[in-house]
């Protein structure tokens, strides 16, 4: 997949930063996390206004993999799931040869189902927002083993 | 009189002409002929050209092969992507047969995913199917198959077999009594005009009315573009499997008798030709 030199995902604002994206909001998190060398910049912006708004995810692992301190992220629509992969793996400080796997939930009435699918690498998060978001947010479950078929 | 029954096996059993050639700059111990093959529409290139591949490795040095992979007219070719859309979006405007350059060095990571074995292609598959149930049945009917249902849909694919294939796939067209149709239609729609990869979007079949949703409708609300101008000579052409259906067709019959095996409708948006 192609390498992606800036990730456009928006790190948890501070207050005195201000402006959009999304502050952590559970307590756990005391400060924001570093900025890895990934991070972001609001990137080259797109033209339409519509793929410049940035979508919520909440990002929750299974299986026997690390947990993100910071589970809830500001991603540009236009982001891959390649590229949330990509970034999660430095996030978790993951060597390269290691496989993480990104599904989507399906939410069942007030749960989320374990069984669902995993996006192509190719496929925009936008996209993947708009059909099966909720709440006003993207759920995606990862994880370093392939723990659903 | 035609069934509906019969538009599932002539969508099934569609098959475009293809030549194979080597790339010019591949390494060969002997001239390399080109080689023809029918590929089946519904399928993944990956999965249908072993015979391809051994008949250009035939006259390489290993030490010159690696990965294979395609391309039409400089435009590499996404395995991912089933052949009938690839060959819809790109090529179905020139002559047949349908010129594809094979290639074994140089993979364009920018432009393709790898494909490193057949798992990797049912893998792929049997995600897109789920991704379709989760739109039309909330992922339930896919769910309660049982894992030899899944095996049985991928092996129906892979051999070739409808009667296999549809065994199970006729579940997952089914939907409950009192609804008229799925909950949301799975669809993706393709234009090689703008940089998004495709358009997919939730929409029902059916209106708050109870009227079917056409072709039409779903196309006047996602990608206006595909039918304008309402009023005039149209500017593109909408192609499912090669043909243009009607835009009043139902959508939910589009998407029943339609849709790909993996159970996506794949629109291509094309220029018209100008003669």
Redesign the interface.
């Known amino acids: ?3 992606e030199p800036e990730t456009m995902l928006q790190l948890p604002s501070t207050p005195a930063a201000g402006g959009e994206g999304l502050t952590d909001v559970s307590p756990e998190t005391a400060t924001p996390e570093p900025p890895s060398s990934a991070a972001v910049s609001p990137g080259t912006e797109e033209p339409s206004g519509d793929t410049k708004k940035k979508i919520d995810i909440l990002l929750k692992a299974v299986g026997d993999t690390p947990i993100m301190k910071t589970k809830k992220w500001a991603v540009e629509r ?1 982001r891959t799931i390649q590229g949330l992969i990509d970034f999660i793996k430095k996030f978790l400080k993951l060597v390269a040869s290691e496989q993480l796997c990104c599904f ?1 939930p ?1 939410l ?1 009435e007030f749960i989320y ?1 374990n ?10 998060v936008g ?1 993947l927002y ?3 978001g909720s709440d006003g947010k993207l759920v995606l479950h990862y994880c370093k083993s392939q723990a659903w ?1 | 009189m035609t069934d509906d029954k019969d538009v599932l096996r002539d969508v099934w059993f569609g098959r475009i002409p293809t030549c194979f050639t080597l790339y010019q700059d591949e390494i060969t111990e002997r001239e390399a002929e080109p080689y023809y093959l029918l590929l089946p529409r519904v399928s993944y290139l990956t999965l249908v050209t072993d015979k391809v591949k051994k008949h250009f490795q035939k006259v390489m040095r290993q030490e010159d092969i690696s990965e294979i992979w395609f391309e039409y007219e400089g435009t590499p070719l996404k395995w ?1 992507y089933p052949i009938g859309l690839l060959f819809d979006l790109l090529a179905s405007s020139s002559a047949l047969p349908w010129n594809i350059t094979v290639h074994f060095k140089s993979f364009p ?2 432009d393709l ?1 790898h494909c490193p074995s057949k798992d990797a292609i049912e ?2 598959f ?3 199917m ?2 379709a149930d ?2 039309k049945h ?3 009917v896919i ?1 309660e198959m049982q ?1 030899k249902d ?1 095996k049985q849909l991928w092996m129906g694919l892979q051999n070739d077999r409808f009667d296999q294939f549809w065994a199970i796939n006729r579940k997952l067209m089914e939907y409950p009594a009192e609804e008229n149709g799925f909950r ?1 239609i799975p669809f993706r729609i393709y234009q090689t005009t703008t940089e ?3 358009i ?3 929409f029902r079949p059916v209106a708050a009315d109870g009227q079917l949703h056409t072709l039409g409708d779903l196309l006047k609300e996602v990608c206006p573009s595909a039918i304008a101008p309402e009023d005039g000579e149209r500017r593109n052409q909408v192609m499912i499997h090669g043909i243009e259906p009607m835009l009043e067709t139902p959508l939910q019959w589009l998407s029943e008798h339609l849709s790909y095996p993996d159970n996506f409708l794949h629109i291509s948006i094309i220029p018209k030709q100008t003669d």
């Open positions: 997949m192609a390498e236009t989507c399906i069942l189902v069984q669902s699918f995993a996006p192509s690498p190719d496929q925009e996209t708009e059909c099966f078929g | 991912h990571e920018k995913l893998a792929h049997m995600s897109c789920k991704e989760a739109l909330k992922s339930q769910n894992k899944h949301y998004r990869p495709f997919q979007k939730l």
